[in-house]
């Protein structure tokens, strides 16, 4: 599992380590923290969901996903 999820909202797609309410999306018109250090709504359509990915949210999640995959692998 990554720390983190994808939350299309403000025209991008970004990523964050907030917790989902239920389910897994976030719902729309929930205030979300991203990776990117924005506060954002997300917005759950289908649409959203084709948006670009923020590339700031991009290099976060990409980092965040490494120290995961090290530490499963039991790497320091
Ligand atoms: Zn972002």
Redesign the pocket.
Known sequence: MHPFHWVPADG?R??SRDKRPWGSAYPSGMRVN???R?EVVAEATAQAWLWGT?L??NGEAHKLAETARQKSAGVR
């Open positions: 991008k970004h990523a991203t990776l990117c924005q923020c700031d949210c």
